[in-house]
């Protein structure tokens, strides 16, 4: 079944902040995590909501992300300055990443350009809420195989290149829970048998990375997204087979608009601009952010036909 990631998903787990990024916290017997801290203008509602689940005597202690990218980090600023004893974790490029000033004026550029589409939610910040993204510590570098002890649970890394480099995944064996991040693309609302497909460091990868926990499939109850929607049951294997096939198709669908582009990767990408996104509307996403997204998509493709 496909359900809103918003509020209890499992006797453990609760979806907090808005169904479209949603962080979920995860209590285990004697640690706390959130999984995704995504935009920056969700910041004081993550932390409100953490207060509500956890109640004041029991802290945050880690915050894991699954990658780089505004709409999945925009909140760590913000949530760290409130609690700071939260360890921030991630790919240890997010380290680097997060001491660039040009990296953390895009994002915050990216952050406000999408918060256009949240009025509501930006009308209720104060001249207290400094939302802003800048430079934050990250206590401790992920990689392949590690561990977060949460008491009777334990969660385990994986890593997920394709969408980015530096893309984790997150799968927690005593419950059967996998929090996938981008590593299976994204939902799409109106269709239920599609998948938004999210490679854009590499296709290769990317197609690797959901081979790679398929091979988890077995074992999982529960697929967690990081935008939109979790999955149980038969659900959780039929999302992931779409997402195989769908990317298979939009390879081919790139690999069409590059043929008739001469191989042009500028041209490709400002055509599928005009065609999929401003005339068949095919496409939910600030148009900054899509623009950005389908030119390293593009570019990743056109490095297979080299």
Known sequence: ?????????????????????????VRGSRKT????????????TYYRSIKNILGEG???NYLLVTHGHYDHLGAV????????????LGNKSLAQLMQKEKVLQTMNFLSQQTGLCFADIVAELTAADDISIAPVEFARELQ?????????MHCVVYETPGHTKDHLSFFIPEEGILFSGE?????????????KVEFASSYTDYMKSMEKLMVLLPE???????????????????????????????????????????????????????????????????????????????????ALRA
Request: hydrophobic share 40%; net charge negative.
């Open 183 to 195: 590593a299976f693309g994204n939902p799409i609302i109106e269709k239920e048998n599609e998948v």
């Open 77 to 88: 600023t913000y949530l760290k300055k409130r609690m700071p004893d939260i360890q921030l």
């Open 220 to 302: 999982v109850k529960i697929l967690a997204l990081s935008h939109l929607y979790y999955y149980t049951n038969d659900d959780v294997p039929r999302f992931a087979e779409m997402a195989l096939r769908d990317s298979m198709h939009y390879r081919d669908l790139i690999d069409s608009y590059l043929d008739s582009a001469h191989g042009d990767i500028d041209s490709a990408a400002e055509t599928i601009v005009r065609v999929e996104y401003d005339e068949k509307k095919a496409v939910n996403q600030e148009r900054n952010a899509y623009i950005t997204n389908l030119q390293a998509q593009v570019k990743a493709v056109a």
């Open 144 to 152: 392949e195989g590690d561990t977060i002890s949460l008491g009777d």
């Open 33 to 44: 995590i959130m999984i995704e801290a995504g935009l920056n203008i969700l910041g004081p």
């Open 58 to 60: 029991s802290p945050l």
């Open 1 to 25: 079944m496909r359900k809103s990631a918003e509020g209890i998903i499992h006797r453990k787990i609760a979806a907090c902040g808005h169904p479209i990024y949603p962080g979920y916290v």
